[in-house]
């Protein structure tokens, strides 16, 4: 018994032994509880500069048109992206760094998995404006795409002058010149994708089985870039000849030529391509490829594998060439916005409800928006809700994913308290406002990612949409439109009570914005 008590005191000296030091040794432990609100270092300082801000005065308008069809068009200049630090990281970034998915297809290829999208069809069946839209959505969820697409070469290297005979397969100067701007934009796409491309886009009519085994076999000397074909097939002459006169009069092609004359020759166009045009068939099964029959009617797929054509594939099956406006506007001015706090819920003071009653009489007197046609979505947001109740709608949609960027910890500060308190922080979010993340909130690019359902739901929408949300969701939503880059979408000017009324078309984006109720309290950060 003597032996057993020892043991057992020997036992219990031992144990509290490791217990004291464990206690100690945690005790010099720092805390990790919201450690970032106060170690980080901020990034090196860099000037983003605001667009000044005028009161307008009440129900002025101002107009501005963004044309689309550059040489080597997306629109967007790729512009590197700079990452934020981790946490434990004590030094200043130095150089900018582009966030680069480097295996997009997830096979481990030496170049990434990188992807070429071709795309495949007669003239007028809407391949360009598909191809434009894929670019611009891929391009807003921070994957480097750009389009290269035939028709510009040609028109930069030989000029727009080419009447229907250029185009007959029959004209064997015309088909040698077309395959030399085949082969330069081809030289262009590989190169970029070498580099920092991550997507490209080939956009040409490639309507014959010998023009996509050349291509084939030119993406096959790579190692690691996949193929997707996209074919828009067409056999609807009311889409067709809304297409021919929506595109074509509007195109490069046809300037200073009458609507006449630029629809006359755009058929004869067609009528030569479809001499030999071979659609995808039984020889393309080696293929990974999409059908899109009538704008979107029906779907015919081919080996689609992987997350990326997935998405794409999603994208595409809800284009369509209808046109329509989208309205896009902040909700009215609330309280937080007077003592510029940056969350919370707050009620309209009374300049937000004469805005929200303006934008209703607004959007009645105007034939495109009567309450039969108009789809009204709104944020969640007790700001947003208020100023959606007096608007009379076909459809109502309140969407979660249309609230405020959340500010986390700070959602109860102000943003003077915030820049007092927490300066590193706010030194961080001033140097890159487009990818700081508030702590347990969000950055521009999570608004982003939690707005691409709006979209989906927007792009596959044919009646008149109006959202109404808020300033950092109307900037990305602008952005999407606009297809700007990503790091100017921090910098859009979304000013309160001002009403951003946009036109797509294949060629150009056409944005109105009416000034409806003046705003004098509108933050500048």
Known sequence: MHQVGLILVATLVVYSSVALARQRQHARKPRKTLSRLDVDEPLRPQSYTTPARSVDAPHSVKNAVTFMHELGISMVRLSPLRRRPSIASTTILTSEEYDKKTDLMHEGRNQGGKLVVVMVGLPGRGKSYMARKVARYLNWINYATRVFNIGNYRRKLLGAEHGADFFDPNNPQGKQQRMEMAEAAMEDMLHYLGNEGEVAIYDGTNSTLERRLWIQQRIAATDGYHLLFIESICDDEAIIERNIIETKLRSPDYRGVTPEMAVADFRKRIANYRKNYEALGPADEVFSYVKVIDAGTKLVMNRIHGYLPMKILSFVSNLHIVPRP?????????????????????????????????????????????????????????????????????????????????????????????????????????????????????????????????????????????????????????????????????????????LIELHMTAYECVETRHCLVPIKHQSTE
Request: with cysteine.
């Open 326 to 498: 989208i309205y896009l506007s902040s909700a009215g001015e609330s309280m937080n916005d007077l003592s510029h706090r940056l969350g919370g819920e707050a009620e309209l003071t009374p300049r937000g409800v004469d805005y929200s009653e303006a934008l209703s009489d607004f959007l009645a007197a105007n034939p495109e928006t009567s309450p039969d046609v108009l789809s009204l979505w709104y944020s969640t947001a007790a700001s947003a809700r208020a100023t959606a109740k007096p608007i009379k709608s076909h459809t109502r949609v309140q969407w979660r994913a249309l609230r405020p960027l959340e500010a986390g910890a700070y959602s109860h500060m102000t943003l003077d308290e915030f820049k007092l308190r927490h300066s590193n922080e706010h030194a961080m979010r001033r140097a890159n406002r487009l990818w700081y993340r508030y702590p347990l909130g969000e950055s521009y690019v999570d608004v982003i990612t939690r707005l691409e359902p709006v979209i989906f739901e927007l792009e596959r929408s044919r009646a008149p949409v109006l959202l109404v949300a808020h300033p950092e969701v109307v900037r990305c939503l602008y952005g999407y439109f606009l297809d700007l880059p990503l790091l100017e979408i921090p910098k859009v000017a979304a000013p309160l009570h001002e």
